[in-house]
């Protein structure tokens, strides 16, 4: 249990890694709109890759319980 709470751990530090990038996007860019709808994507992409994490869907589904050992 404790590899696989290091392993979502893992999965805030990309999202949270996303966010920013995305943010600084935003104000690098005079396109602001499309980088909105960018910025929109990544967020539902997260939201929904969380909900899936929690209930334990995709790191079983994706991730062998080797490769979860191994993190």
Known sequence: MHRIAI???RL???DVL???RCYS??????A????LH???LQLAGIVVRRFFVRT???SVARYPKKQLQMI
Do not use: D, H, R, T
């Open 56 to 58: 334990n869907i995709i």
């Open 32 to 35: 602001a709109y499309k980088n």
């Open 18 to 20: 996303l966010i920013f």
């Open 38 to 40: 960018y910025l929109l």
């Open 12 to 14: 805030y530090v990309i």
């Open 7 to 9: 392993f979502i751990e």
């Open 25 to 30: 996007a935003l104000f690098n860019y005079s």
